[in-house]
C-alpha cells in the first residue's frame, strides 16, 4: 500500500501546501481521501487521472476538505471517466453533494450536449453515508471508518486502510479522543493532523485570543499528538493539515520526538510513503 499527501495545509491558501487531501494506494485501487483546494492539480502532477480513482472517501465537510468536490468530478469527465463515481462520507453528504451538483446543473446540461464527450458516468454519483463505526471493502484495500472528535462539527470520522496485513489510520480532523486512540493501535502508519502551538499570533480584533483558542480546541496540539502516537503503538507518525502553514520544523519535530520516541514525518504535498 502507499500513502501520497496531495495536500497538507488547511483552510488558509498557501501555494506550497494544499487544501487536505490524500491518496491511498495499491496495485489494483485508488482511494482519494478528501477533496480541498488543488487537489486535482496535485493528481495531475503526480500523473494519477480522476477518472480511474475507485472511491472518495470524506472525513467530514468542512469547506477546507471538500471545497474540490465539483472540480474533481468535472476534471474527471474531462478525462473520460466512464464508471460512476462512489462518495463515502458523513450524515449530510448525500445532500452536500446533490447542492453542488444542482448549482452547476444548467451549465453542465449544455456542456455535455456541446462538447458531446463519449461517457457522463462521471456525473452518476452514489452516495453512501456512515453510521458511527463500519468496513466497507474497496477492491483489495478494507477501510473502516470510525468517529472521531471534532465538535461543533456533529459528524467527523477517521480511517484504518488495510491491506497485505498492514495497518495505515488517518486522523481526520479531531481534538484528542479515545477513538483515535483505539483504532490507530499498532499502525504501521499514523497519519495525524496538528495544530502548532506557538505559531500563530494573535492580530487586534481580527485574530482574538477566543479565536486561536476555539481553533486549537477542535484540534490536537503538537505537545499532545506525540503523546497519542506513542500510546498508539505506532510504527511511523506523519503529520500533516498542518495549522499553521509556515512554522518552525526543527522545533516541532523535537517537541514531538520528546513524546513519541522517535521523530515524526513532516508532510509534505505528494510525499509518498511505502506502507
Ligand atoms: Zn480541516
Ligand atoms: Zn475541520
Not at 153 to 182: Q, W
Not at 196 to 218: A, S, W
Request: include cysteine; charged fraction near 30%.
Amino acid at each position: 500500500m502507499e500513502l501520497m499527501l496531495l495536500g497538507t495545509g488547511c483552510p488558509r491558501v498557501d501555494y506550497k501546501r494544499f487544501g487536505p487531501a490524500n491518496l491511498i494506494s495499491s496495485k489494483k485501487t485508488k482511494i482519494l481521501v478528501d477533496c480541498g483546494s488543488g487537489v486535482t492539480q496535485r493528481l495531475d502532477q503526480a500523473k494519477i487521472s480522476s477518472a480511474k480513482i475507485d472511491a472518495l472517501f470524506l472525513t467530514h465537510l468542512h469547506s477546507d476538505h471538500v471545497v474540490d468536490l465539483y472540480q474533481l468530478i468535472i476534471s474527471s469527465w474531462h478525462s473520460y471517466r466512464t464508471t460512476p463515481w462512489k462518495i463515502y462520507g458523513p450524515k449530510g453528504t448525500k445532500k452536500f453533494v446533490t447542492k453542488i451538483m444542482e448549482a452547476w446543473r444548467d451549465e453542465r446540461k449544455q456542456r455535455i450536449i456541446y462538447e458531446a464527450r463519449s461517457s457522463t458516468q462521471a456525473f452518476n454519483i452514489k452516495v453512501k453515508e456512515f453510521a458511527s463505526v463500519g468496513n466497507f471493502q474497496i477492491k483489495d484495500i478494507k477501510v473502516k471508518y470510525f468517529e472521531v472528535d471534532h465538535k461543533p462539527v456533529k459528524y467527523a470520522y477517521g480511517f484504518n486502510f488495510f491491506h497485505n496485513s498492514k495497518k495505515l489510520t488517518v486522523s481526520g480532523d479531531t481534538r484528542p479522543c479515545e477513538n483515535i486512540m483505539k483504532y490507530a493501535l499498532f499502525s504501521d502508519v499514523l497519519l495525524h493532523e496538528v495544530f502548532i502551538d506557538g505559531e500563530i499570533k494573535k492580530i487586534n480584533k481580527m485574530r482574538t485570543l477566543k479565536t486561536l483558542h476555539n481553533v486549537r480546541d477542535y484540534h490536537t496540539p503538537s505537545n499532545i499528538v506525540g503523546k497519542i502516537a506513542k500510546l498508539s503503538r505506532c510504527k511511523k507518525l506523519v503529520l500533516t493539515h498542518l495549522v499553521p502553514t509556515q512554522f518552525n520544523e526543527k522545533k516541532l519535530k523535537l517537541i514531538v520526538k520528546k513524546d513519541f520516541g522517535k521523530e515524526p514525518i513532516i508532510g509534505k504535498d505528494l510525499l509518498k510513503i511505502k506502507i
